[in-house]
């Protein structure tokens, strides 16, 4: 049997290829934005139902299963992550999210970033690169950066990175694009349980914006801040944010 792991880097990948062929066969926004997320959404869901048939999923663009609640094992998924960054031809900052919770905690997941042909996952683990020189890089949204960001930017003097998507973001960090990324605009749990995993598995700090820890399968979906950054940066951040 596939297991979790390469279960979730295998759906992110197959979606993120089914998307690249979206994009191939239109060039009109609003057209891939809505084709987008339905049809990613309904190959994920297949896809995971069919290997995973116990598992409850909860996803962005269905319906809530309130049956997930009683489940130590939940799959939390973001089928287009960056639907805006998507339906601009040319833009590489999307991703699909693919997660696993284990008892509240984003334990397994991928993240694709399909136009950069990239899967991250949980296994094996990515080795984040040495930070070079230069000032700390706060990755930012490109059109709503919330303002904390301008406190975390005082605080550690940096160089803002605007990118799209939450995955995008969240991989930059991984991938030694970037050092941390502080978000208190409002997010849902599936925006962010993905790109958490795999922040972890490769050793990066992940928590709230405030340091409390990240939990997921909670009632409300709605989980709306996060921080992902190298750790020694971390107590940094978070006393910026709370100033």
Sequence with gaps: MTDDHELAARVAQD???LLLKLREASDDPATLKAAGDAQANVFILDALRSARPGDPILSEESADDPSRLTSSRVWIVDPLDGTREFGEQGRDD?????ALSVDGVATIGAVALPARHLVLATQPAPRVPPR??????LVVSRTRPPAVTDRIQAALDAELVPMGSA?????AIVLGDADVYAHAGGQYQWDS???VAVARAAGLHT??????PLRYNEPDPYLPDLLVCRPELAD???AAAAS
């Design 167 to 171: 995955g995008a973001k969240t991989m």
């Design 94 to 98: 999307w991703a699909v999210h693919i």
């Design 236 to 238: 940094q951040v978070i």
């Design 15 to 17: 979606a993120g290829r």
């Design 207 to 212: 928590s709230r914006i405030d340091g409390s």
């Design 132 to 137: 070079g020189a230069g000032p700390v890089r």
């Design 193 to 195: 349980a993905a790109p």
